[in-house]
Every structure is written in C-alpha cells, then in structure tokens.
C-alpha cells in the first residue's frame, strides 16, 4: 500500500496550494506534471476519486488521498512516484476510502502505523527539547546522560508500538543490582519519557506499574572521633586536594560548587562567597559566610595565585577541578574511613548545626537551601547570625581534634 507517512487537516489560513486540474492518471504523466514555482501543486485523477499527486518546487511527487474524515477535508499521504506505482497508490486510496466508508477511525489508525515505525531513539530529540526549555526541569542534563548510556544502548531501537513493561523493567533491574538510587533516577526518567512518546502517537503507556527500588535516607556523617582522623588524612593529601576538601568541611558547601569556586566570586575583605545561582541545587544566588579555616585557606591560596580564574585550577578542559573521586579515596585509605562521600560532609555541618541548637532557618540559609515559607519571617536577617553559627561549628571541630 505504500507508506504512510501523515494525516493531517487542510490547513484553514494557509496559502493555498496550485491546482493542475484532474487528468487521467498515467505514470508518464505523473512523472510529466511541472513542478510549480513556489508552494506546492496538485493533480487529480479522474479513475480513481479523491487519489491526487502533490508537486513540490523540488519536483518531488507524491500521491495523497483527500477525503472528508467525520466532516473534515483530510490529507492522507500514501508515499512517493515513483517509489510507489500508480497502480498500487489506487488500490492504497480504495482501501482508505472503504475503510473510511465502514466508520474506521483512520486517524487513530495512521497514528498506530506509524508509531510501528518510531523507535524510543526517534523519539528522544522532541523529548529533549521539552524537557530542556521547562522552567521548571534542572536535570535535563542529567537525563540527557542517563539515556545516552543507560537507556539508548538497550532498548533505544525499540519501536513504541513493541515496547512492553517487561523491556523498561530490565533496564532498571540491571543498574539497581548495585547501584539502586540511580536505577530509581533512570526509572523515572523513562516513565515521563515513555509516556510522552505513546502518548504523542495515541499508544497506552507500558511504563505504567515500572517498579522501584526502596530508598532509605541517608544519615552518614562525622562523628567527633572522626573529624581528627579525616582532617590529618586530608591535609596529607597534598595540592589541591588539602585545600578543596578542607573547604568542603569549613563551608558545608556542595562538591561542585567548590570545585567550580571563582576568585571573582570571593571577597575576602567582608570575609563572604558570593554563590552564583547556576551553582546552588535551588537555582537561587546566595551569599555564604565565610569562617576563619575558610578564610584561611582562601588567603593562602590568593598569595600563590597566578592569574587564574579558579580557586582550584585543572588542566582540563573546564579549566578548573573536574573530579575527586580517586583523591578522595585515597583520604579515606589514609584516614581508615568508609562509607564516607564528599557530600557526606554537607551533612556533617548541618548535623552539627543541628546539634547545636541552631534554628532551621540558620541551617537554611549555612546550607543555601530553599527558603521555607516560615523562613520569610526573617528576611531582614544578614549573614551574621549564620557566620557565628559556622564558626561555632568550625570551633567545636577543632577542639574535638584537639581531645584527642
């Protein structure tokens, strides 16, 4: 029957197309229609009702059947002359025209069809797009590499119309062996994905009942009897690794926001770290105090500075500190920890801001979390409060090593 390849409407305000009159078909005279000079052009048959060929200002003719689907002029494009032979593109339009004449809904049917033809892959690009411009979405990025190397290598070829609960529920079964809570992410990701793609071409959605793996809260951190042990390991480490996981400790800040830390975004006279909004999880810039063991470091650091731009250059292509994982393995070796990740010590300064009675809005703003609702009672609160709290924290680190 040819392929198919859309049904549309005829578009109401669209400038309309050239008409070449209606002909008797032959194929020496479809392949002889005149391409028109801009837009397109049509020829009707005068055997077959409603079978027309479309000519593009290319040349390129294809024939389409116009018929009036539940009182709407609808084009069914059946393929391309000469690919397709005037012979079967007529048996194509009697086969359209019965169906539509039996109550068929050829709408949903062309969806059906061509849906058997997109695969995940074909699909990924429009998902892309949507989920990159939502205001609302920061992972794409992310997602963009969850599919790239979790999804797209298993089951990217898969066409929507074969794709079945069974083939998502592999993907996530695979990476949860070990690594759970990135199964879950990925999990996730293919339930907007799947559902967005079968739904664009009216299929049901097979990722509905996709299972999970069970997430328990994270609770490591410090104790006192391991700050000592972490900080002799770390400043053993030598450059940069000393200076960026001590800061990781004095801050409370997130990895990558030290790793990315700017001397254009340090005022070391007011003794604060202006956070960029592109380097805080909730997209908000933030100023953060900055305590003495901070400040330390950071002065330290200003002396030996030769013009670069980042507090922690790299060679690479970021132009600054691109990974720890290996550094910080080694620091752990050192220090005999386990079980302990950079973040780890976010949470540490947090547990002990916590500990030590601060109030949730204090910790809120150490932390650069999302203001809370309650929080916006204290608006007018500076950076004072939350630079004595830190201070606090650094104190009572330092004199826990001290014990020892």
């Not at 205001?135 to 119309?161: C, F, V």
């Not at 074969?162 to 062996?177: H, P, S």
């Not at 780890?344 to 204090?362: E, I, P």
Request: overall charge positive; aromatic content about 6%; glycine content about 8%.
């Amino acid at each position: 029957m040819g392929d198919l390849v859309a049904l549309r409407p005829t578009a109401v305000n669209a400038k309309p197309a050239q008409r070449s009159g209606r002909i008797r078909f032959t194929e020496d005279r479809v392949a002889a229609l005149p391409a028109p000079a801009a837009g397109s052009s049509y020829a009707y048959d005068t055997e077959q009702p409603g079978l027309a060929v479309r000519v593009t200002t290319a040349g390129v003719r294809t024939f389409v059947l116009i018929k009036k689907v539940d009182g709407k002029p609808q084009r069914i494009t059946l393929g391309r002359f000469p690919g397709l032979r005037l012979g079967a593109a007529r048996q194509a339009a009697c086969q359209w025209i019965g169906k539509i004449a039996a109550g068929v809904d050829v709408v949903q049917e062309i969806k059906a069809q061509r849906a058997r033809k997109r695969t995940l892959a074909d699909e990924w690009s429009h998902y892309l797009e949507r989920i990159r411009l939502s205001k609302g979405n920061r992972t794409w990025e992310r997602d963009k590499k969850r599919w790239e190397t979790a999804i797209a290598p298993k089951i990217g070829h898969k066409a929507l119309s074969e794709l079945a609960l069974a083939d998502l529920q592999r993907v996530v079964t695979g990476i949860g062996v070990k690594h759970p809570i990135a199964a879950n992410r990925v999990a996730a990701l293919l339930g907007s994905f799947v559902r967005f793609a079968t739904a664009k071409h009216g299929l049901p959605n097979p990722a509905h009942g996709l299972e999970r793996f069970p997430e328990s809260v994270r609770e490591r951190f410090l104790r006192a009897d391991e700050v000592g042990k972490l900080l002799e390991a770390i400043r053993a480490a030598g450059d940069p690794w000393a200076d960026l996981f001590e800061l990781l400790l004095w801050t409370g800040a997130r990895r990558g926001a030290v790793m990315t830390m700017a001397w254009d975004d340090i005022d070391l006279r007011q003794g604060v770290w202006h956070l960029q909004a592109a380097k805080t999880k909730n997209k908000r810039a933030a100023t953060l105090p900055l305590t003495e063991p901070a400040l330390a470091i950071l002065r330290r650091r200003e002396e030996r500075r030769a013009g670069e731009a980042w507090v922690f250059p790299g060679d690479g292509r970021t132009g600054h500190v691109a990974t720890v994982a290996k550094a910080w393995a080694r620091v752990l070796t050192a220090a005999g920890l386990s079980d302990l990740r950079p973040h780890d010590l976010r949470r540490t300064v947090g547990s002990w801001l916590a500990g030590g009675g601060h109030s949730a809005f204090v910790i809120q703003r150490a932390l650069t979390h999302a203001s809370s609702a309650s929080a916006k009672h204290y608006a007018h609160l500076d950076v004072t409060a939350v630079r004595a709290a830190l201070d606090q924290v650094a104190e009572a680190m330092q004199r826990a090593v001290e014990a020892e």
